[in-house]
């Protein structure tokens, strides 16, 4: 019912800036709490950032907190992670994720739909 594309990934020095994109097919896509999440090599998806339905509402992982900001538009169905100050170990499969909720939920279990994931890698 709900397709999630992720875009914007790529190799980067640590220090330097990514921009990740996700859009959504559905109309709808503004009654959804939408979620980033990561996953490293060996590791665990884990919760990285979120944002309620009208975007007055973000919540970030410790790890990232002051150096990315999440948005969305729901008028063009999509949702950025703007990443600033990039780490190697921010190094991860980077993922979107939908969740019909009225709250941010860090869950992985919270959310309905996926994306495939973009590849980001961040060198010393």
């Known amino acids: 019912q709900v397709q999630l594309v992720e875009s914007g990934g790529g190799l980067v020095q640590a220090g330097g800036s990514l921009r990740l994109s996700c859009i959504a097919s559905v109309l709808t896509f503004s009654t959804y709490t939408m979620g980033w999440f990561r996953q490293a090599p060996g590791k665990e998806r884990k919760f990285v950032a979120g944002?309620?339905?009208?975007?007055?509402?973000?919540y970030y992982a410790d790890s990232v907190k002051g150096r990315f900001t999440v948005s969305r538009d729901n008028a063009k169905n999509t949702v950025d992670l703007q990443m600033n100050n990039l780490k190697p170990e921010d190094t991860a499969v980077y993922s979107c994720?939908?969740?019909?909720?009225?709250?941010?939920?860090?869950?992985?279990?919270?959310?309905?739909?996926w994306g495939q994931g973009t590849q980001v890698q961040v060198t010393v």
């Open positions: 944002i309620t339905w009208s975007g007055q509402y973000k």
């Open positions: 994720a939908a969740d019909k909720a009225t709250v941010i939920r860090t869950s992985r279990s919270a959310y309905d739909y």
